[in-house]
């Protein structure tokens, strides 16, 4: 496996083999080296997305974050999902009373 400019083939087939994934910023990154630090960016990121589609009404953007957290491998799982749930829960009240009390 040639590892690119600089390194000869023989060097690269000596290197342990890393499992490398394509970040969403378009990097190339070792996964377990970033993976840890990235998690918590990603909660309070998702966090603050959910906190802003409940203020703007807007439960398709909460529905997209449960199921992305219920994918395997994404970070900021389980707690974000709860977070998501339970945002989307207030949101079919919200506007289960905003339709009810417009069809009158």
Do not use: F, K, N
Request: glycine fraction near 8%; aromatic fraction near 0%.
């Amino acid at each position: 496996m040639y590892a690119g400019p600089g390194q000869s083939p023989g060097r690269a087939a000596m290197e342990p083999a890393v499992e490398r994934r394509e970040h969403l910023c378009g990097r190339v990154e070792c996964v377990p080296e970033c993976q840890a630090a990235m998690e918590p960016a990603a909660a309070s990121m998702l966090s603050a997305a959910i906190g802003d589609a409940e203020t703007l009404r807007l439960p398709h953007q909460v529905q997209r974050i449960i199921r992305m957290t219920g994918r395997p491998g994404v970070l900021a799982g389980q707690t974000v999902r709860d977070q998501a749930r339970a945002a989307l829960t207030r949101l079919d009240r919200q506007l289960a009373g905003t339709v009810a009390t417009s069809a009158r």
